[in-house]
């Protein structure tokens, strides 16, 4: 018998521009996430000054937002279609993240805009099982046991089985929600 709290589910997916400097090329990488999402974007600070690079520590220098639910599966299912569903072993870290990028985010069915430019985005995708929030709660916060952690070849797995095995049955379900949900993308069949 199967345990239940073995299933691997979808948590978010985290869209990220790291612009490398603060002021105006920063705000217009919050605009397009802001376009993408419809959510207020987070900057991130530099934790390290880098003279070499002009960064100072405490400087923001990149902005990301955290999709959950339809909306992050669908744009993590636009993020595959621009990488054709190939990723390499170093895709998958070894805490249940799934991470790829692509160089430019006209792909994604966007129209360019002068005033925002062209940016790169960064996918990380989390994954989560039932009980994996002790880790994060505020009382009793615990450790979780490395045997109930998600490793690399689960991520893999999960990869492999929702992805390639339900993608006809996925494409066919979200078609409706990308019409309905933003004009912004674009879905064919």
Same mark, same amino acid.
């Not at 979780?144 to 690399?152: L, S």
């Not at 339900?166 to 409706?176: A, E, I, M, P, Q």
């Given at each position: 018998m199967k345990n239940i709290n073995d299933n691997i589910k979808f948590d978010r997916t985290i869209l990220l521009i790291q612009v490398g400097t603060s002021g105006y090329k920063l705000q217009r990488a919050a605009k397009l996430i802001k376009k993408i999402t419809n959510q207020k974007p987070t900057f991130s600070k530099a934790k390290k000054t880098n003279k070499s690079f002009g960064i100072r520590k405490g400087e923001f220098i990149s902005c990301f937002s955290s999709i959950r639910g339809k909306k992050g599966v669908l744009i993590l299912f636009k993020g595959m279609q621009l990488k054709n569903f190939s990723l390499i072993e170093s895709n998958f870290s070894e805490n249940s993240n799934v991470n790829f990028g692509i160089k430019d985010h /006209?792909? /994604?069915?966007?129209?360019?805009?002068? &005033?925002i430019g062209i940016f790169g985005f960064q996918f990380c995708v989390t994954l989560h099982k039932k009980g994996m929030r002790i880790r994060f709660r505020k009382k009793m916060q615990r450790k979780?046991? +490395? $045997?109930?952690?998600? &490793? $690399?070849e689960q991520s893999m797995k999960w990869y492999? %089985?929702?992805?390639?095995?339900? /993608? $006809?049955?996925? #494409? %066919?379900? %979200? #078609? +409706?929600?990308i019409y309905k949900s933003s004009h912004y993308y674009h879905y064919s069949h």
């Open positions: /006209l792909n /994604l069915g966007l129209r360019y805009e002068q &005033t979780i046991n +490395k $045997k109930y952690r998600i &490793t $690399k492999l %089985v929702i992805l390639f095995l339900g /993608l $006809k049955n996925f #494409s %066919v379900n %979200v #078609s +409706k929600f």
